[in-house]
Nanobody
Framework: QVQLVESGGGSVQAGGSLRLSCAAS????????MGWFRQAPGKERERVAH????????YYADSVKGRFTISQDNAKNTVYLQMNSLKPEDTAMFYC???????????WGQGTQVTVSS
């Protein structure tokens, strides 16, 4: 099993920045990629970004390209999401996820709220 714990959410004004962290514990050697998802009220969960733990490719949703950056510290089993130029439409619950392969997300964190005011 793998446990994921997010932190770093909060409230910020439009144009501001936040950095989310997701610390993984347990059988972390089984993880091949880690990602961030978000879900706003009344909307479906959206994949925001992901990164392969071997330092390979990363992915960004079009809505966050150029503003968000995903990174990782493998020594700390932690993945980060640096969010700049935040917009009110970025307001959502953000979830960290980990997958054992390229087609699955096996583990989820409890979520951290991000609120951006105009």
């Amino acid at each position: 099993q793998v446990q994921l714990v997010e932190s770093g959410g909060g409230s910020v004004q439009a144009g501001g920045s936040l950095r989310l962290s997701c610390a993984a514990s347990g059988y972390t050697y089984t993880i091949r990629r880690m990602g961030w998802f978000r879900q706003a009220p009344g909307k479906e969960r959206e994949r925001v970004a992901h990164i392969y733990t071997d330092g390979g490719s990363s992915y960004y949703a079009d809505s966050v390209k150029g503003r968000f950056t995903i990174s990782q510290d493998n020594a700390k089993n932690t993945v980060y999401l640096q969010m700049n130029s935040l917009k009110p439409e970025d307001t959502a619950m953000f979830y960290c996820a980990a997958g054992r392969g390229p087609y699955e997300w096996n583990y989820w964190g409890q979520g951290t709220q991000v609120t951006v005011s105009s």
